[in-house]
């Protein structure tokens, strides 16, 4: 991609840090091409000029695009009625010169919902001339449209400008962030389009920053190759313990090859070193080591003492914050032990809402009656595996952040959706279309 594709313009009304639903998506969209060597320009009538924009985004303030322009909302005044203002072009006209000036040497521009709302429709009338005759690729980012929103109804009306709002314009390419907004636009606009031209790509969601991950945990998760792993759809077990007998941790390790025997892909997640004070506990580390290497289960079973350490390769300690941020990175508790006394992961996990599975000991019902899922030690791990798999089938949280995790990360949409589109809209295939 050459130097010019990597500029790319983002325009609505108003800009991050004023809240609303379109703003905070622009927001991530900037960080999310900026985090991969892009140039971005948030263009918006209103709005703060943030002070902790990520390096390589900028803003500028271009008050005629605002939706409360106080020449605008006069205008508005005689479009909600039907008329048409003697203003409107010279309105129009000044907006198109100005975008003109500030979309010089940009590849692309992402225009958010201007396109299809009436809230600025000189901007609309100006966006639409100047993707006829621009070098710049608009794309149309469709969050709202007027015309399918009864709220609207008394304030369209036929022909120019409102027309605009549902014509189609051959040298922009519409984007729906929504199934339901697709389907509105094949219905609405003429000339007709087809779900082929018209991309779905939704909203998404930053799991880390939203699940309160920090910085160092961030770091052990890179350094353990979990982010990878949870890109490919992972599937993670906690077992949050010092490497001790009697907390069974080879059964862990069985289970986790009788679910990759089941099709799953899992990862159980070991967080502690040996025991301090029992010298057979390296031993013990060894012959787990050399039980995950016999059931091919290596990349599966991750002990977090052999990814964190310091330069010299000595494992650092993970600190309690660390611990409670991996719980919330992690879909389920996994506690297989032998004997307990207690058992504090139990309360942890319940506090995060993780589905437990855990060996069926008396401690352990004392403390959470039935409500977790147990299994006794003397049940095979191809059963427990089985067991995991059914219980987590039905349990429709865990369904549902299953989805979410696959369908709605921000990385995953930018690198699988916005990333090609964007390349596609720069081709010389597209260009030659629309030239």
């Known amino acids: 991609m050459n130097q010019k594709a990597r500029r790319v313009a983002i325009l609505h009304y108003t800009s991050p840090p004023i809240v609303g639903g379109v703003e905070a998506v622009m927001a991530d969209h900037a960080r999310l091409f900026a985090a991969r060597g892009y140039w971005v320009e948030v263009i918006a009538g209103r709005g703060p000029l943030p002070d902790d924009a990520p390096p390589g985004v900028s803003t500028i303030i271009a008050p005629l695009l605002d939706s409360k322009n106080p020449r605008l909302l006069a205008l508005n005044a005689a479009l909600d009625r039907g008329e048409l203002p003697a203003d409107f072009a010279l309105y129009e006209e000044e907006l198109f010169q100005q975008l003109q000036d500030l979309l010089q040497g940009y590849s692309t521009c992402i225009v958010h919902n201007a396109l299809t709302l009436h809230k600025n429709l000189p901007l609309t009338a100006a966006l639409t001339r100047l993707s006829a005759c621009s070098a710049v690729k608009f794309i149309s980012w469709c969050h709202d449209l007027a015309w399918t929103n009864p709220l609207y109804a008394e304030v369209l009306h036929p022909g120019y400008p409102w027309s605009l709002l549902k014509t189609t314009a051959s040298a922009i390419t519409y984007v729906a962030i929504s199934p339901q907004r697709q389907q509105e636009i094949l219905e609405t606009f003429q000339p007709p389009l087809t779900p082929e031209v018209v991309p779905v790509i939704p909203n998404g ?27 490919e759809g992972a599937l993670f077990f906690l077992l949050p313990a010092r ?32 025991g301090p004070h029992n010298p057979k506990n390296d031993l013990y580390l060894h012959e787990l080591l050399a039980l995950r290497e016999e059931l091919e289960v290596a990349s599966e079973v991750v002990f977090l003492m052999e990814k964190w350490v310091d330069p010299t390769g000595v494992s650092r300690t993970l600190s309690d914050q660390v611990i409670n941020e991996l719980y919330r990175y992690s879909d389920a508790l996994f506690f297989p032990s032998s004997q307990e006394g207690f058992g504090i992961p139990l309360l942890e996990a319940a506090l995060l809402h993780l589905p437990i599975f855990c060996s069926d000991l ?15 030690l003397n049940e095979s791990p191809p059963t427990i595996a089985r067991f995991i798999v059914e219980q987590l089938s039905q349990n429709p949280y865990h369904l549902l952040r299953r989805a979410v995790i696959k369908n709605n990360l921000w990385d995953n949409i930018f690198e699988k959706e916005i ?15 629309v030239g």
């Open 205 to 231: 969601i930053d799991l880390a920053e939203f699940l309160g991950i920090g910085a160092e945990t961030s770091q052990v998760i890179k350094a353990a190759q979990l982010d990878q792993a949870r890109s």
């Open 243 to 274: 490497i001790t007998r009697r907390k069974n941790i080879e059964l862990g390790i069985r289970v986790i090859a009788a679910l990759k025997e089941l099709g799953q892909n899992p990862r159980l997640v070991v967080t502690g070193p040996p």
């Open 362 to 376: 008396e401690p352990f019902r004392q403390i959470a009656a039935d409500l977790p899922h147990y299994f006794r």
């Open 419 to 433: 990333e090609p589109l964007l390349a596609l809209v720069n081709s010389e295939e597209v260009a030659s279309k």
